[in-house]
């Protein structure tokens, strides 16, 4: 015999559904919101130019917005956000036999992706790792503005950029690491004072003290003695830029490299920030004929930033390529930029932009927003124009 219904018994179970789905509303948007700003640290500057955008939902109305290119989800954060990435220019094939470093081994990297002058230049943008180190994220943005319209985001026409883009296959992953860029509460750290760009992009401890660069990676995972995760890490403390290669612990890492592996760009840049002059590093653990090459393109685009009248190093001031660690104890680490090479062959670099932070509280930016993308764009045509002149086959 069926048993009437207790009104109690319904009137509870409802509110105990409701009283759940409150606690998990309550719990995904802490573990999805920004970081709050300590008290007594500078608000975040505002207004910020509207083409100087980088918060996740930027990236994400932006990526919705686009018709000329293909948008995949490569990956999903531990944070769970999508890692999107644009892909411009069809898709050559690239008749493949060997793995990378085998067909090196058997004397002729075409094992792995037979090309010739005729195939279409490939290039990888890899948007920032570290998630605080937004300026990339800006730039990258725009850059795909520049893709679907000939225009960035501020209207400037970039007509040579353009037609460059339109020749090579393209891939742009606008941000490498969203988790760190949902937590770090800054939208810019221009005019702000390094120390706090350090901390909230390299975490403090569980006393306060900032880990600091290079400290912040003498942990790793960073995990437990964490005050503030730094935006430096994903969700599970992961700094992408010094993941395990041969067993990645990121998803992120992963699908990166999956990228690198499949589509053989002849060219990658890692985006990242930091307070000095904008730059390209010199990469290790690569061949000495790409360090080589980098060292050119590094000094090509420094005097592109000096013709433009942006900040720029004097020509002695550029450190050229180098021969690793002849002594103990090594300094060079075999990082995600020789990865990218090992698994493919590609020319990858790190290129670190200027935040525009100041040293003393009260001194001015040496920078303005437009010249920060000014920065971004100018890298861009130049990659692009010398991959496009001077190809290795
Ligand atoms: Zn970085």
Redesign the pocket.
Known sequence: MLRPFNPDLVLMLRLSTLLFLFAFLFWSNQARSQLRMDPGDPPNPAPLPHYFQSKLTTIEQRVKAIKKGEVRVVATSPGGHPLYAVYYGDREEQASRANYNSAVAARDPGYYASRDSSSKAVVFFLG???GH?IEGIVGLLNLIQVAESGKDCRGKEWPSLQQKLEQCRVIILPCANPDGRQRCPYDSFLGLPVALMTKYGQGTRKDGSSWGWPQAKSLHPMQGNVGILGAYFNDDGINI?HDEWFSPMARETEAILEIARTEAPDMTVSL??HHQVSRILPAAYVPWYLKMRIDSLTRRLNQRYARAGLPSLPEDGIEGPQVEDMSYPPQSSFNLISALHHVSGTMAFTFECSHGTVREPESKALLSYGDILDIQMLLYDEMLDYILKHRLY
Do not use: G, I, N
């Open positions: 920032p790792v570290h180190e830029m990242h920030s």
